[in-house]
């Protein structure tokens, strides 16, 4: 098996604290264990960066609260990743403190109530039930936060995307932005024939298509007035393909299909041509700075390692 070396590439994101989600309870099914004492998990040391300690009851730890579960077989090979980003991640960490950045305890509350307003449930329930404490995971969150704003100040905001640039990207991908015969739609999704039935009589009756998408439709674009965007012969399942022959302000009859049953209205139609510039500038902009950021990353976290002194164990791992 090769044991992956540290890379020299982590994407910006949040690196460990939010996986929580994705968590199981831990295997209660694990065989005897051996005859002689084990050595404290708290002794073990797996990795050191700049002299400080990762043991291997911190990594343990970590590795639970990450929500990592991966096959027996590959256990170790994706223990040692996970290592390696640890060490990153108190590499940074290290960083962000050398720099002065702070996070305030109401920016983490903040964090906080977005997650639990997000998952509509009890976060510390949630994360009792998968044995991880709410200060550890907490903890987490406030490394998550800082290791952001490290690289958000020493990365992404020195990443700029000049208007030449995303000109020739324009001229060079020309055939990105070729763009199909379009359609935009709304539609109305009940579960039943019957309800569609119903929904159909309203329409007939001179009800607004939005309003009544917004009272009695079941999908997610409800809020919207059932407004499904543009989109092109393809690009949604076949039972949709009805509106391509439809005229403008039409709708359609009740269409079955494994959603439910469907009303649509063609709002509006876009022939085959090339897109503007002027509209795509936009995405190429957050195209471009993309790539430029994730440039820059690797370029700033291979000098970061190049002046921290690490060592890594991986053969502890399995202790």
Known sequence: ???????????????????????????????????????????????????????????????IRSGSKPEREAELEVKAEFLNRLVERKMMLREAQRKRIKVGLPE????????????????????????????????????????????????????????????????????????????????????????????????????????????????????????LGYFAMGDMPAEFNVVFGMQKGGVSGIVKSPYGFHLFKLEETRRAGRIGLDEAYKDIVEKLRREKEDARYKLWLKELRSRTKFEVNYSRLGQ
């Open 1 to 63: 098996m090769n044991i992956p070396r540290l890379t020299t590439y982590l994407a910006p994101a949040l690196l460990l604290g939010l996986l929580f989600f994705s968590c199981k309870k831990k295997d209660e099914t694990a065989g005897p264990q051996r005859a002689e004492a084990p050595v404290s998990a708290n002794l073990v040391v797996v990795a050191t960066v700049n002299g400080d300690p990762i043991t291997l009851a911190e990594f343990q730890e970590r590795f």
């Open 108 to 227: 983490i509350n903040k964090k906080i109530e977005a997650l639990r307003a997000e998952y509509g449930k009890d976060i510390k329930d949630m994360l009792a039930s998968q044995g991880v404490e709410f200060e550890k995971w907490k903890s987490d969150i406030w490394e998550d936060v800082m290791i952001e704003r490290l690289i958000s100040r020493e990365v992404n905001r020195r990443v700029a995307v000049a208007s030449h640039d995303v000109r020739r990207y324009y001229q060079e991908h020309a055939t990105e932005f070729e763009k199909p015969d379009q359609v935009r739609v709304r539609q109305i999704v009940v579960a039943t024939e019957e309800e569609a039935r119903r929904v159909a009589e309203l329409l007939q009756a001179g009800n607004d298509f939005a309003a009544v998408a917004k009272e009695k439709s079941t999908a997610p674009e409800a809020e919207s007035g059932g407004d």
